[in-house]
């Protein structure tokens, strides 16, 4: 192939594919650090003092923790309830949050859980969550190949494949089979 082509064809697929590696590089980032921060969702906990008559008597019904409820700086919709020990009740909100009320005395801990809204739906991607996602995800790899072999073919003589660019190649190479096999 001419170095021409080779640069037309590494060009064009660069730039359409270029939106999708950003895509990925962003939510790839956030994946590889799972353990460090949930990518996904934010979690925010509050302990306030709800207002009310404490110790409550008997078993907590809708009303009741209702009143609690309208307390919470966030508009929060509630789906169950459960008894935590003798003095406890967790409340459960649509999307995961939950609200933690020790009846003897008020005291309570809100747990506010929020879609972190671009980073969720960029990681959603990484999960091929549909058919045809799976799809564009398999033209997108081939592309890469691409790209990549039209990238190292563009240059000749010791900047390309047979000179520093080897060597860079190779380099690249080891990298990742360094970390399969000492890991």
Not at 162 to 183: D, K, N, Q, S
Request: hydrophobic share 45%; aromatic share 14%.
């Amino acid at each position: 192939m001419n170095k021409k082509l080779l640069r037309d064809i590494h060009r064009e697929l660069s730039f359409f594919f270029a939106g999708v590696i950003f895509i990925y590089a962003i939510s790839g980032i956030c994946l590889n650090h799972k353990r460090d921060f949930n990518p996904d969702i934010s979690i925010h906990r509050y302990d306030m003092v709800l207002e009310g008559t404490f110790p409550a008597e008997g078993e907590p019904d809708k009303d009741m923790l209702h009143s609690y409820i309208s307390q919470l700086s966030s508009k929060e919709t509630y789906t169950r309830h459960a008894r935590t020990g003798e003095s406890g009740v967790k409340v459960f909100f649509k999307g995961g949050s939950s609200l933690d009320i020790n009846l003897s005395d008020g005291t309570a801990v809100y747990e506010k859980v929020r879609k972190r809204a671009v980073l969720a739906d960029f990681n959603k991607l990484h999960y091929n969550p549909s058919r045809w996602w799976t799809w564009f995800s398999d033209i997108f790899a081939v592309c890469l190949v691409i790209i990549t072999v039209t990238g190292l073919f563009m240059l000749k003589g010791k900047r390309g494949l047979w000179g520093r660019g080897g060597i860079e190649f190779i380099a690249g190479l080891l990298v990742p089979l360094i970390f399969l096999f000492l890991l």
